[in-house]
């Protein structure tokens, strides 16, 4: 609403500016806290469902990105808007978005980077809660659905022990935000290391990484375990307030000449998801009533974010029957582990010939 209103305003000679100083403090902030969220031992409790989930998952990766590159390249675009309609900003939403919006600004050059950012990203997030439900249903009547009067459907409880209920007090409060502090801290240290060599990575993905060392060198040494809930929390607490000064600030005005291309682009990228979820992630995932349910969460995380997974899923398991797996299964992989495999396979598009950097 902002953003519009700024756009109005701007019709009448009038310009607003805002200080977004805190902008990149809040944005590394939850990076930290993705970073902290990741417990590899989660994995071995998901088995190997979590592992081919995880494996399809990457799979789509790949396929957005090189459908993102290819679509821009036919459209006369820059390579880098490819990657930005791609999993940066469909996997990986707003947050990831941009963080990698400002880095492709600042190193590569690109003009309106944040603001195509965030119009695919919202743009991804609504398709993603669109084409859940069909593609489940589709893929529903070739399989046999369980009966409503079973058990209703469990959301699982995070990833805390189900028989332990951890009050948020002042004194764990202070303990998490010391993790994020000394993530942000490691994290800064590590890119100014990394500046210059071969394996230069944004601030962002190295502070992510120091809060998956900090997380799970703790829980392996058995020094401290890290509360998930309040991480959670102070997470959304960062991404919400980032994303509110992000969007303030956008240059809606910027992207006119874009409308056209990246709405094929991204159009594109909604048929992909939808026949990747039906001849890949249901395929993969057993084909059956389980798959399914996955297929249509796939759609929901794959296109925009963990919670339209969650609102897919709900919405299909309500009308046919319980899916006790992929609700476990959609939460471990979206929530965090496919923000740092998101991160390796932008990475590795990056090292492609013609994304040279200015």
């Known amino acids: 609403m902002v953003a519009l209103l700024l756009l109005a305003l701007r ?3 009038i310009e607003v500016r805002f200080d977004t100083s805190l902008q990149t403090p809040l944005m590394l902030a939850f990076f930290a806290t993705i970073g902290l969220s990741a417990d590899f031992a989660s994995l071995k409790k998901g088995g190997r469902v979590v592992g ?5 998952v990457i799979g789509l990766l790949v396929v957005q990105n090189a459908m993102g590159i290819g679509l ?5 675009l820059d390579p880098l808007m490819g990657l930005l309609t791609g999993s940066i900003t469909l996997a990986g939403g707003h947050g990831t978005g941009a963080a990698w919006g400002a880095t492709f600004s600042e190193k590569y050059g690109l003009a309106s980077a944040s603001e195509l950012a965030m119009a695919s990203a919202t743009f991804g997030l609504v398709l993603g809660g669109l084409i859940g439900g069909p593609v489940a249903r589709l893929l529903i009547k070739r399989v046999q659905a369980p009966c409503l009067e079973q058990d209703k459907p469990r959301l699982p409880k995070g990833f805390e022990q189900p028989n332990k209920e951890r009050s948020i007090t002042p004194f764990s409060f202070i303990e998490t935000l010391a993790l994020i502090a000394v993530s942000l801290m490691a994290g800064s240290l590590l890119n100014g290391q990394l500046q210059g060599t071969a394996f230069e990575l ?4 190295c502070v992510l990484f120091m809060g998956v060392v900090l997380r ?5 040494l058995g020094l401290y375990q890290v509360f998930e809930r309040e991480v959670s929390v102070l997470g959304n607490v960062s991404l919400s307030l980032f994303l509110a000064i992000a969007l303030m600030s956008l240059k809606l005005w910027d992207l006119a000449a874009l409308a056209l291309p990246i709405f094929i682009i991204l159009a594109a990228q909604a048929l992909v998801m939808a026949l990747y979820a039906i ?5 993969v995932m057993g084909s059956n009533y389980d798959a399914a349910v996955l297929a249509a969460g796939h759609c929901g995380f794959g296109l925009g974010a963990t919670p339209t997974a969650i609102a897919n899923m709900q919405a299909v398991t309500q009308r046919y029957g319980p899916s006790q797996i992929a609700f476990l299964v959609v939460p471990m992989v979206g929530a ?3 923000d740092i495999i998101n991160v390796v396979v932008i990475k590795l598009y990056l090292t492609l010939p013609f994304f040279a950097a200015a």
Not at 72 to 76: P, V
Not at 216 to 220: E, F
């Open 216 to 220: 799970n060198g703790l829980s392996a």
């Open 336 to 338: 965090f582990f496919i």
């Open 11 to 13: 019709g009448l000679d």
């Open 202 to 205: 944004p601030t962002f993905v």
């Open 279 to 283: 001849f890949v992630t249901f395929r």
């Open 72 to 76: 821009a390249t036919a459209l006369g």
């Open 52 to 56: 081919v989930f995880l494996l399809a």
